[in-house]
């Protein structure tokens, strides 16, 4: 298996090309507006990308997952989680399949199984990546795009503070404090995490960090 990573520093966005070196396929996941990087890289590992994916929709720049399903004919992966105000709007325009909590696509003989990890926003999923080319059986990684960083979790009051949409913080803490049990019960099959937002998310060795659960009022 291939990994590469893309830190956009004007942004900063983190966004990976992960690639099935005995297919020759790969995928990006999260992209931003610049592919020529991704396409670039893809041809240099003698790689075609077939596939591109995001953790959910960004309002923070401009995603090139449009772009690589018409310059590249890549098939989008994209979250089918949240309510109708939560959908892509393009999907005339592409080829896609729209993915929930527990499905599962490969890219060569990677896989990514999903997780419905929302908080940040409503249609948030991450991908679990297991490298089964390789002969793995257990997952190496995870992406959790606005969902987890190094030290820290996405904030889930942006779209009452940002957009004026009244009581989603509230609505998105919530979430958040599931999605993170979520994670956490998972932490023992997981070593690495790709998030979003800062260069450090691409420390290989950095081990996923623990949560200390308080306990919570958590029944509206």
């Known amino acids: 298996m291939l990994f590469r990573s893309f830190f956009d520093e004007q942004l900063a966005h983190m966004s ?19 592919v020529d990087w991704y396409i670039d890289t893809a041809k240099k590992e003698g790689l075609q990308i077939v596939a591109a994916t995001e953790t959910h929709i960004h309002a923070d720049f401009v995603s090139g997952a449009k772009e690589l399903a018409k310059r590249c004919g890549a098939k989008l992966y994209l979250s089918d989680e949240g309510d109708a105000n939560w959908k892509y709007q393009y999907l005339d325009e592409v080829d896609y399949e729209l993915v929930k909590e527990g499905s599962v696509f490969t890219v060569g003989n990677v896989e990514f199984k999903v997780l419905h990890t ?3 926003t409503p249609e948030h999923i991450s991908f679990i990546l297991t490298d089964k080319g390789g002969g793995s059986t ?34 998105g803490a919530r979430q958040m ?9 998972k932490r023992s099959q997981i070593t690495c995490k790709y998030g979003q937002h800062t260069e450090q998310e691409v420390h290989a060795e950095k081990r996923l960090e623990l949560f200390p659960f308080q306990p919570l009022d958590m029944k509206n």
């Not at 990976?16 to 610049?34: F, H, K, M, S």
């Not at 190094?150 to 913080?169: C, F, Q, S």
């Open 16 to 34: 990976y090309l992960v690639g099935c070196q005995r297919t020759g396929e790969a995928i990006v996941i999260d992209p931003g507006r610049n």
């Open 177 to 185: 404090f599931q999605s993170l049990k979520k994670k956490n019960s």
């Open 138 to 171: 257990e997952p190496m990684g995870i992406f959790t795009g606005d969902f987890v960083f190094v030290g820290d979790i996405g904030r889930p009051d942006l779209l009452e503070k940002a957009a004026g949409v009244a009581g989603t913080a509230d609505v």
């Open 118 to 120: 929302p908080g940040h």
